[in-house]
Nanobody
Framework: QVQLVESGGGLVQAGGSLRLSCTAS???????LGWFRQAPGKEREFVAA????????SYADSLKGRFTISRDNAKNTVYLQMNSLKPEDTAIYYC???????????????WGQGTQVTVSS
C-alpha cells in the first residue's frame, strides 16, 4: 500500500508559478510517481511522470517547457513546478503511484486526494 498526500495548490494569476508537492508513505520503494489533473466537466489527464531513479521522465506534450517534475527519494516526495500558468491549467491536480512506468491513468494503483489549482485571468 502507498499513501499519497498532495499540497501546494492555490489561487494564482495568469503568468504566475506554483510548486506542488506530494509526499508518499508506505511501500514506496521503486514506485513510479505521476501527476494528473482534472478540470470541471473533463476527463482526468496525464501531466507528468517520473521513475524511481529519475532517469525516465515524461510530460504531456502540451505542457512541455512550462511544467517540471522532480523527486527527492530521501523525502519520499515528488514535486511539480508549474510556470507561466494559464487559466486553462485550472484543475484538481492528483498525485499517483504505480509499480511500473506508464503515462496511462489506469496504470496507477494509488491516488492522492488532489489539490486545487486555480489560475485567474
Amino acid at each position: 500500500q502507498v499513501q499519497l498526500v498532495e499540497s501546494g495548490g492555490g489561487l494564482v494569476q495568469a503568468g504566475g508559478s506554483l510548486r506542488l508537492s506530494c509526499t508518499a508513505s508506505g511501500r514506496t520503494f521503486s514506485t513510479m510517481l505521476g501527476w494528473f489533473r482534472q478540470a470541471p466537466g473533463k476527463e482526468r489527464e496525464f501531466v507528468a511522470a517520473i521513475s524511481w531513479g529519475g532517469g525516465q521522465i515524461s510530460y504531456a506534450d502540451s505542457l512541455k517547457g512550462r511544467f517540471t517534475i522532480s523527486r527527492d527519494n530521501a523525502k519520499n516526495t515528488v514535486y511539480l513546478q508549474m510556470n507561466s500558468l494559464k487559466p486553462e491549467d485550472t484543475a484538481i491536480y492528483y498525485c499517483a503511484a504505480s509499480t511500473f512506468y506508464t503515462t496511462r491513468t489506469y496504470g496507477y494503483d494509488y491516488w492522492g486526494q488532489g489539490t486545487q489549482v486555480t489560475v485567474s485571468s
